[in-house]
DNA sequence: TACGAGATCGTCT
DNA sequence: GACGATCTCGTAT
């Protein structure tokens, strides 16, 4: 069997972005770096839909910047932000509505990597990969790996850090795994019976 | 534990 | 010239 049999293809992402927020967590987004292939669970995203969507960048009309939202679903959107790290989106829908995935969180061997310029860093993810296309397993993909995830065990939340988008900041469309799988318990007791 | 502010630069006006 | 889909550290409590 070909490892790209797990591949989400395109046609994966060409749904609504709600639908595929939601759906991508407990999936894996695996990423080739030197030889070495890390795959990490999805345990947190953010829906951006469309140009109606204060939040969304594209909201502000297409740009150099925003073009990438444009185009098909299944292709990276990495920007920078604060001038310091790097944001993951994958795009959706189909061509002409802007809409994009941000990837939050992914848990590797159990570590919580949490927030999506960690993310990004962790797994070596900048600009150069803006554009590239995540449906061809190469370098960067998403893949599903049978894990079942019930609809119950994922939290909805407004998104993070996109008040200035007065309504549009309520929508519950981030979303987020309830039960974190916490294996190992070093560190986390800090003041009860940890050593001193 | 909670909060405030600095870091740092591409993008758009 | 202003600002941002973030993160970290320092200070206060």
């Known amino acids: 069997m070909k490892p790209t049999q797990r591949v989400l293809p395109r046609i994966y992402f060409n749904r ?14 695996v990423r080739v770096l030197n030889g070495r292939t890390l795959a990490g669970k999805i345990i947190e995203v953010e829906a951006y839909v469309g140009p109606e969507d204060k939040a969304c960048h594209a909201s502000k009309g297409r740009t150099r910047r925003t073009d990438v939202m444009f185009g098909h679903g299944g292709v990276a959107y990495v920007y920078l932000i604060y001038g310091m790290y790097h944001c993951l989106n994958v ?13 939050r969180a992914i848990e590797i061997d159990g570590e919580l ?12 993810i ?14 960067l993909w998403f893949e599903d790996r049978g894990a079942l995830v019930e609809r119950g065990a994922v939290g909805a939340h407004p998104r993070v850090g996109v008040d200035y988008a007065g309504e549009w900041a309520k929508k519950p469309w981030r979303f987020r795994l309830r039960r974190v799988t916490s294996p190992t318990r070093t560190g986390r007791t800090k003041a009860q019976g940890g050593a001193g």
């Open 16 to 29: 609504p972005t709600v639908t595929v927020a939601r759906s991508l967590i407990g999936k894996y987004l």
């Open 113 to 124: 990597i949490d927030g999506p310029g960690r993310l990004c860093r962790a797994l070596q």
């Open 126 to 139: 900048d600009r150069r990969l803006n554009r590239a296309d995540l449906t061809t397993g190469e370098s």
């Open 91 to 103: 795009v959706t829908e189909r061509e002409e509505f802007p809409s994009a995935v941000l990837i």
